[in-house]
């Protein structure tokens, strides 16, 4: 990916907390958008993705160290940026069930 592309990247364009949730969810929310590590963290699970393309978000989670909850919130940032799709279902290595595979976008 060039670097014009991460630096453009439109990753967080929109709120990803719900009207519903606490406040402590906002402001974390607007706390790690501004830091930037909502973006570095969605760019590690891309660069992980690129390698093991076709994978649940518990295995990319695995490749990444175990933290299984930032890959599932990273995830639906990258596919509202248009850069992965949500793939088929399969059984889940790490899990053993039926869970959604994400997938690169190609372009």
């Not at 670097?3 to 906002?26: C, G, V, W």
């Not at 402001?27 to 390698?51: C, D, F, H, P």
Request: net charge positive; with cysteine.
């Amino acid at each position: 990916m060039s670097e014009q592309r991460k630096e453009n990247l439109p990753l967080f364009d929109y709120q990803a907390s719900r009207n519903t949730d606490p406040i402590s969810s906002h402001i974390a929310e607007e706390k790690i958008t501004r830091s930037g590590v909502r973006g570095k963290q969605a760019m590690r699970v891309y660069g992980v993705l690129l390698e093991h393309n076709g994978s649940t978000s518990k295995e990319l989670s695995q490749y990444l160290g175990g933290d299984r909850y930032m890959a599932s919130r990273r995830l639906p940032d990258l596919e509202k940026a248009g850069m992965v799709v949500r793939g088929e279902m399969r059984t889940c290595t790490v899990c053993n069930q039926k869970c959604v595979t994400w997938e690169i976008v190609n372009g």
